[in-house]
C-alpha cells in the first residue's frame, strides 16, 4: 500500500513538472506584463527598471532556471498584482472550487446512480427511453449557455436567485451547482445505466435471483458492486474536469474559486500566481487519480491483489 | 413408488425476436422423484437449458411460459404470486449454473454468497449466518473452509467453484435440484468428483436433480431416467438401462451410435447427417424428418405424438417397427 502510493507519487512528478514548464513558456507568450503595469507614457528606461525587478529582463532558460530553483524551496514568487506569495493566493482560492466540485460530483452521482438502476431495470421502457433523452440532452447542454440562462431566468426575470458571489449564503450555491452538475449526472447517468445493464443480465445475478434474492437486494448488493468501477473511471475524469474546467463558470457566477483566479492573472499577466494555481490544480489531479485507483481496490478484490502483489 | 419432487407439464416456452415469435420449448411434460436423478438429453438449441430456466423462473425477459404448469409440492410455481415464487425459492426448487465463474459474484466474498440463503430465507444474523455458510462449505468437501470463507470466487479452482455453487443451491435442502450442464466446464477428473458429490447430496436431502446435459456418458452413469429433447420437444423417454440398451426413436439412435465404441483408429466416427431444424422454420410433422433415416410420408404431414406403446414412451410414427 505504502509502497503503491510512494511509486504513483514518483511516476506524477514528470507530468506535474511538464505542466510546470509548460505553463511557465505558455504564459510569457502572452505578452510583456510591462504594458499592463506601468502607465501608457511610461519611459523606456521605466519599462527596463520594471522588467529588473521582476526578473523579466532575463533570457527565457535562466528565468526558468531561477523559477524552477525557488519552487524547489515551496517558494512560487510573489503576485504582480497584490505582492502576495502566489501560493498563498491560489490556496486561499482552492477551496472554494474544491467545495464546488466536492458538492456537485456527489449530487451527480447520487442522481446518477438513481436514475441509471431505474432505466436499467427495464431497458428501452418508457422510462428509460425518457431518462436516455434527459441524461444526452444534460451531457450535451453547453455550461457556458446554461449558465446565463440560469442567471436570466432565476436572476433577473424571477429575483429568486443571486445572479453572482458567494454572500447570499445557500442560495449561492444553487445556480453554479446546478450548471456544473448537468453535464456530470448526464454522462454518469449513462455510463450506470449501461454497467447496470449488463450486470443486471449476468449469470450471477440470474443464481441471486435462484436463491429468492428481492429485487432490492440484487439491484444494490449484487450488480451496483459490479457496475461501480466503470462509473468510478467516468466519475474521476468528471470531477477532473470540474476542478480543471470550473474557469467559464466561475468566471460567470463570481466564484472565488482556482478558475476565476487563473483567469484574473492570465488577464493580469501575473505570472507567479497562474503558475502557482496550475500547479496545486495538477497536484490535485494528481491526488484525485491515486484516491480512483484506490476506490478500484476497495470495490474490487481482484485489483486490491494486484496492486499487493505489484507493490 | 418413491415421492414426486416435480411435476412438469406441457410446458411451452416462446421466443419474441425482431424475426418474428419462435417456440423453443413445446408441451415439454416430465416427472422428477425424490432421490432420483432424471436427465434431460439433447443437442444444444434442443430447449433442454431453456426448460430448466423455466422452470426455475430465470427466463430473460425476451421469453415467456405460454403454457403448461410446474408443480412442487401441491404448489403451481408458474401460477403463484411473485413473492411466494421468490419465498420457494431455495427452499422448494433450486438450480446449479453451468459456468461457475460467472455464476458467482466477482466482487463478493464466497461467505457472503453461501450465507444469502439463510439471510434471506430464516433472516438469520450475520455471524449465524457465516458459520452456517463455513458448515456448507465443509459439507461440500472445501478444506480449510474457515479460512477460505472469507476468499472471493476467483481465488478457487474451477472445481472448487462448482462445488462453491453446489453448496449455495443445496442450502435449504431443496426438494428439486436442476443442475443445468454442471460439468460442461470442467476436466474429465473434476467432473467424475463433482457427479459424485451431486449422487452424495442426491441421497443425504433426498432431493429430485433434473441433470441437464449432452454427455451422453453421464447420463448413462447418473441419471436413473432420461428424456431426450429434440427441437423443443421431447421425443423418447424412460429408464435410462432401457433407452440406451434399446432406443426407440431414430434420434436417440443416432445419438447413441455417434458414439465411439470400440472404434479402430482412423475409422470414420459416425454421426447423425444435417443439423437440427431452425426454430424460425420447423416443418409441419416430425422436426426429426429432414435427418431420419426412416423417414415415410406420414412423418412429414403428421406430428408424432409422444405416446407410450408396450411400455415405453416415443414420439415416433415408425418406432415400434424398428426395435432392434
Redesign the interface.
Same mark, same amino acid.
Given at each position: 500500500m505504502l509502497t503503491f502510493l510512494r511509486r504513483r507519487t514518483l511516476t506524477s512528478l514528470p507530468p506535474l513538472l511538464a505542466v510546470v514548464l509548460g505553463v511557465f513558456v505558455l504564459a510569457r507568450l502572452t505578452g510583456d506584463p510591462a504594458a499592463l503595469y506601468l502607465p501608457e507614457n511610461a519611459t523606456a528606461q521605466a519599462r527596463e527598471q520594471f522588467s529588473a525587478a521582476h526578473g523579466f529582463d532575463q533570457p527565457i532558460w535562466s528565468q526558468l532556471i531561477d523559477y524552477l530553483a525557488q519552487v524547489t524551496r515551496l517558494d512560487f514568487g510573489t503576485s504582480l498584482r497584490t505582492g502576495e506569495p502566489a501560493a498563498v493566493m491560489a490556496l486561499r482560492a482552492f477551496p472554494a472550487t474544491l467545495q464546488l466540485a466536492v458538492v456537485t460530483m456527489l449530487l451527480a452521482c447520487a442522481v446518477a446512480t438513481a436514475v441509471g438502476c431505474w432505466a436499467a431495470l427495464r431497458p428501452n421502457g418508457l422510462g428509460d427511453r425518457i431518462s436516455s433523452l434527459m441524461s444526452m440532452t444534460a451531457a450535451s447542454v453547453p455550461d457556458f449557455w446554461l449558465a446565463i440562462l440560469g442567471i436570466w431566468v432565476f436572476s433577473i426575470m424571477l429575483g429568486v436567485l443571486p445572479t453572482s458571489g458567494v454572500d447570499a449564503g445557500g442560495l449561492s450555491w444553487v445556480l453554479p451547482i446546478a450548471v456544473l452538475m448537468l453535464r456530470p449526472a448526464g454522462v454518469l447517468t449513462q455510463v450506470v445505466r449501461g454497467a447496470m445493464i449488463a450486470a443486471l443480465? +449476468?449469470?450471477?445475478v *440470474?443464481? !441471486? @435471483? +435462484? *436463491?429468492? !434474492?428481492?429485487e432490492r #437486494?440484487v439491484v444494490v @448488493?449484487?450488480a451496483l *458492486?459490479?457496475a461501480a468501477p466503470p462509473a468510478l473511471t467516468v466519475a474521476g475524469d468528471l470531477a477532473v474536469g470540474l476542478i480543471n474546467g470550473a474557469v467559464v463558470v466561475e468566471s460567470i457566477f463570481g466564484w472565488p474559486g482556482i478558475g476565476k483566479l487563473m483567469i484574473d492573472s492570465i488577464l493580469q499577466r501575473d505570472f507567479a500566481v497562474l503558475q502557482a494555481a496550475v500547479a496545486i490544480t495538477a497536484i490535485s489531479i494528481f491526488v484525485l487519480n491515486i484516491g480512483i485507483d484506490l476506490g478500484y481496490a476497495l470495490?474490487? +478484490? #481482484?485489483v486490491r491483489q494486484k496492486v499487493g502483489a505489484a507493490a | 413408488m418413491t415421492a414426486i419432487g416435480m411435476e412438469v407439464s406441457g410446458l411451452t416456452v416462446e421466443l419474441a425476436t425482431p424475426r418474428g415469435t419462435v417456440r423453443a420449448v413445446d408441451g415439454v411434460s416430465f416427472t422428477a422423484y425424490r432421490g432420483r436423478t432424471l436427465a434431460l438429453l439433447g443437442e444444444s438449441g434442443c430447449g433442454k437449458s431453456m426448460t430448466a430456466q423455466a422452470v426455475a423462473g430465470l427466463l430473460e425477459p425476451i421469453a415467456s411460459v405460454t403454457a403448461g404448469s410446474v408443480q412442487v409440492d401441491g404448489e403451481d410455481l408458474l401460477k403463484v404470486s411473485r413473492k411466494r415464487r421468490r419465498q420457494l425459492a431455495g427452499p422448494a426448487l433450486s438450480i446449479v449454473f453451468q459456468d461457475a465463474l460467472t455464476a458467482l459474484n466477482p466482487v463478493l466474498k464466497v461467505g457472503t454468497q453461501l450465507a444469502e440463503p439463510y439471510r434471506i430465507h430464516q433472516r438469520m444474523p450475520a455471524r449465524q449466518a457465516r458459520a452456517k455458510a463455513i458448515e456448507l462449505m465443509r459439507h461440500v468437501g472445501i478444506p480449510e473452509p474457515e479460512s477460505r470463507v472469507d476468499a472471493y470466487p476467483h481465488q478457487f479452482s474451477g472445481g472448487m467453484r462448482q462445488r462453491l455453487l453446489i453448496a449455495m443451491a443445496v442450502a435449504l435442502s431443496p426438494k428439486v435440484l436442476i443442475a443445468d450442464e454442471p460439468t460442461t466446464a470442467l476436466d474429465v477428473t473434476v467432473q467424475a468428483q463433482i457427479l459424485a458429490l451431486l449422487a452424495r447430496l442426491r441421497a443425504e436431502h433426498d432431493m429430485a436433480v433434473v441433470l441437464i446435459t449432452h454427455d451422453l456418458a453421464v447420463v448413462a452413469e447418473e441419471a436413473d431416467t432420461v428424456a431426450v429433447m429434440y427441437s423443443g420437444r421431447i421425443v423418447e423417454t424412460g429408464p435410462v438401462d432401457e433407452v440406451f440398451e434399446d432406443p426407440r426413436h431414430p434420434y436417440t439412435r443416432g445419438l447413441l451410435d455417434s458414439v465411439p465404441v470400440d472404434a479402430e483408429r482412423g475409422s470414420d466416427l459416425s454421426s447423425i447427417p444435417g443439423a437440427p431444424p431452425d426454430l424460425f422454420s420447423i416443418p409441419p410433422g416430425c422436426p426429426y424428418q429432414a435427418r431420419c433415416p426412416l423417414v415415410r410420408d406420414v412423418c412429414q404431414t403428421e406430428r408424432p405424438p409422444l405416446e407410450t406403446r408396450a411400455g415405453r414412451t416415443v414420439a415416433c410414427h415408425v418406432a415400434e417397427g424398428t426395435a432392434r
Open positions: 443480465g +449476468s449469470p450471477y *440470474k443464481v !441471486a @435471483r +435462484s *436463491k429468492g !434474492a428481492g #437486494r @448488493r449484487h *458492486k459490479n470495490l474490487d +478484490s #481482484r | -
